[in-house]
T-cell receptor, first 111, second 113 residues
Framework: GENVEQHPSTLSVQEGDSAVIKCTYS??????FPWYKQELGKRPQLIID?????GEKKDQRIAVTLNKTAKHFSLHITETQPEDSAVYFC??????????FGKGTRLSVIA | KAGVTQTPRYLIKTRGQQVTLSCSPI?????VSWYQQTPGQGLQFLFE???????NKGNFPGRFSGRQFSNSRSEMNVSTLELGDSALYLC????????????FGQGTRLTVV
């Protein structure tokens, strides 16, 4: 099955700075790469995803980049705000398997 | 449209008992997956159901089981509860369960005492 690792496990940034979270995976057949955000006490929600035929995707302050050769993809958050504080999960998907999540990265944005 | 609904929201059970959790997916979604969330282990995959059939299963003991009904509603059952089963149980529904967004319910918080 897919082996998923996220780094770092915790991240603290000053408000306004950028944050980058990296997700590495093992299955070269992976072809769908979503990121989910879970705020404290709330359910996880999809914030951005990318498919294997695209190298980068942006949505306002967040972006995801994909390096299929190296088997990793990253979440980039610019101009961080306190409401970005949450746990972020990657879930690289391959073929006939369900979504399997990384262990999560806890992001704290310090005002 | 209505979101994913899980019932009950909170449960307290005694070791050795069994428990049944329910998940009603978004209308039209045929895939329902279940996850166990604990502070140190993140979101661990339990199983996935699609059109009443278990399509995938995670690495959990046989005490954990589930099923899906013809209206796509799903239940999971845990028998002979152990203290370590205390966790937040989340279900997620999606159209097909493949390369599509998963929508999560609010979860059932199970405490085993």
């Amino acid at each position: 099955g897919e082996n998923v690792e996220q780094h770092p496990s915790t991240l603290s940034v000053q408000e306004g700075d950028s944050a980058v979270i990296k997700c590495t995976y093992s299955d070269s057949a992976s072809n769908y790469f979503p990121w989910y955000k879970q705020e404290l006490g709330k359910r996880p929600q999809l914030i951005i995803d990318i498919r294997s035929n695209v190298g980068e995707k942006k949505d306002q302050r967040i972006a995801v980049t994909l390096n299929k050769t190296a088997k990793h993809f990253s979440l980039h958050i610019t101009e961080t705000q306190p409401e970005d504080s949450a746990v972020y999960f990657c879930a690289p998907y391959s073929g006939n398997t369900p979504l399997v999540f990384g262990k999560g990265t806890r992001l704290s944005v310090i005002a | 449209k209505a979101g994913v609904t899980q019932t009950p929201r909170y449960l307290i059970k005694t070791r050795g008992q069994q428990v049944t959790l329910s998940c009603s997916p978004i209308s039209g979604h045929r895939s329902v997956s279940w996850y166990q969330q604990t502070p140190g282990q993140g979101l661990q995959f339990l199983f996935e159901y699609f059109s009443e059939t278990q399509r995938n299963k995670g690495n959990f003991p046989g005490r954990f089981s589930g099923r899906q009904f013809s209206n796509s509603r799903s239940e999971m059952n845990v028998s002979t509860l152990e203290l370590g089963d205390s966790a937040l149980y989340l279900c997620a529904s999606s159209l097909t369960g493949r390369r599509t967004e998963a929508f999560f319910g609010q979860g059932t918080r199970l405490t085993v005492v």
